[in-house]
């Protein structure tokens, strides 16, 4: 089998890359290095990095110990294996591109490709000046139209420039399609730059990288949209709707597939699943759990009363009796049997869907499954909330909460018509029976916008439920307090897509390597060494 380097630039805890790792076939994909400037998603990636020594039928015991919070700390792992430690050390480097001094860059980049002929660049650059919702926070501010995050892709186009990978993969929100910096449509700046990544650097940059040996563009394909490349596309072309491509996520995002021009090689799209995959399928077998209470008396008992305390305010909603029925039936059957979880949590029955990808029987539970603690006030919101979803298929609009549950903000009000423009999806429950709505980082601030299905759970989702969303693998451990946790893992491009992906750029370095065979008759001896 080939085995074609990777570099990912900007590389969060991983998903990208483990997605491509994850790749079988005659192509397979090593991960030579990841940079990541955030010390809680470096030190993840680490040890991501440390697991993938080893063949998954021998990751140590010891791995399994440290992930469950048992008798062994992270030094102490990594003392017991040094190579396989160090060799994860060099993978995964602790760095701010942009600051980081050019010339150690560049060595570190020489180092990892080791003269590969033929390579892949992964990667997206910090997305916040991009976003329409970090835009709306920003605007105004002090500034912000020279914001670095906006021009931060120029430095994943210096290593493309300098180093030309025979193909590349950049990954960004969606509303990047619609942002604009200084007046200029960044989207259409970014594309015309791809093309040509020398001829888009500016003489001081050319000066910090070396020369490189010719400066072939790119065609920028998508991978949703067949057999057309940039000049034929329109801007959402290039964005994949997860929800398509067999994931219980409507993620959007775009994603861009770049080829080296000098290669006439065609791209296949992404192949549309069967089925949809559900809320449900991916986290419905997980270990029951209750929420915390954040004030108070925090045992199970205070915990179902504190619930039922807002039964009155429950019932005086839009709805009416139907649903305050409903209500009375789910509070009747609270029990106070569930607990918190924690670390690692015992117990829990397959998925329905993608069982084989997600899970690792040697966990014997789900790793970080543990609940956040919640007000009163939000648990009464979030039940309320779970047992309308339950009736219409929906989460509920604020205005459809009784107005006694309505929260205590300035942008909760009313319009003449009685409804909640602005705050409307304040709260919102995810639906057992559809995909979720995207998992972003917001959840390390709170979990209002990820509130369970189930009432009689009644809290908003775990890490690891978070993490089967964004179909991380089980035995994925992510580093990090409890918000570094949330922050990366709704950051992170879905290791299930990206091994999707890798199955389209796996075709065109094997189209790459047959062309590669027809100019010149060494290539059989060079093309050994990719």
Known sequence: MTSVPLIDLFAGPGGLSEGFFAHTGATRFRIALSVEKDAAAHRTLELRSFFRQ????EVPEPYYRYVRGEDISREELFDAFPAQASAAREVAWHATL???????????????????RHWVLLGGPPCQAYSIAGRARMKGMEGFETDHRHTLYREYLKILAAFRPTVFVMENVKGILSSRHQDEAIFGRILEDMRDPWGALSDADRKQIPQPISVDGYRIFSFSTPANWDLQLRPYDY???????????????????????????????????????????????????????????RDSQSWTRAIAQGRRNMKTGPEGRQLAAEIERELGRMTTDLDGGGRFVPGGKRPRVLAGWLVDPRIGGALQHETRAHMPADLHRYFYAACFAARHG????????????????????????GRVNDFADRFRVQIWDDAATTVTAHLSKDGHYFIHPDPLQCRSLTVREAARLQTFPDNYFFEGNRGDQYRQVGNAVPPFLASQLAD???DVLEQCRDQDVVRSPTANVVCAAV
């Not at 942009?98 to 003269?115: F, S």
């Not at 609009?397 to 009000?413: D, I, Q, S």
């Open 98 to 116: 942009g600051e980081i001094p050019m010339p150690e860059v560049v060595a570190r980049v020489e180092r990892a490709l080791d003269d590969s």
């Open 239 to 297: 964005v994949i709707e997860s929800e398509r491509y067999g994931l219980p996520q409507k993620r959007h995002r775009v994603i861009l597939l770049g080829i080296r021009d000098d290669y006439n090689a065609v791209p296949p799209a992404l192949e549309a699943a069967g089925r949809a995959v559900t809320v449900r399928d991916v986290i419905g077998g997980l270990p029951r759990l209750r929420s915390r209470l954040s004030q108070g008396e």
């Open 394 to 417: 929906r989460s509920p609009k604020v205005h459809e909460f009784p107005r006694a549950l309505w929260p205590n903000h300035a942008n909760a009000v009313p319009d003449e018509h």
């Open 54 to 57: 080893f063949h998954p039928s």
């Open 504 to 506: 389209v750029v796996a």
